[in-house]
């Protein structure tokens, strides 16, 4: 939506998109970025270790093999998910919604 000359005029959405969020009130929300995190412990990492990290260190968490780890968006906990390898990235699955 293009950002109006006056900053006192705000302009109404088009009724096609009104019609949308009426449909669906999370449509205006769609493309809204937010931060995502996941909540991994670190067991055991000394302050020498972590300044001794770099691009392709491996370091072991507190989490087993296929647990769940949560994942937050905005800092809210919105599920769980797994850690996978896609490709020559780590990815999380999203396994379960909050």
Request: overall charge negative; hydrophobic content about 50%.
């Amino acid at each position: 939506m293009a950002q109006p000359s006056n900053p006192a005029v705000i302009e109404a959405p088009d009724p096609a998109a009104q019609a949308a969020i009426a449909v669906d009130p999370w449509t205006g929300l769609l493309h809204v970025s937010t931060a995502i995190a996941i909540d991994v412990s670190i067991v055991g990492l000394t302050v020498r270790e972590l300044f001794r990290l770099e691009k392709g260190s491996v370091v072991a968490t507190g989490h087993p093999v296929g647990s769940n780890v949560p994942v937050q968006a905005g800092g809210s906990l919105i599920g769980w998910g797994e850690f996978q390898v896609v490709g020559d990235r780590l990815a999380v699955r999203v396994a379960e919604l909050a």
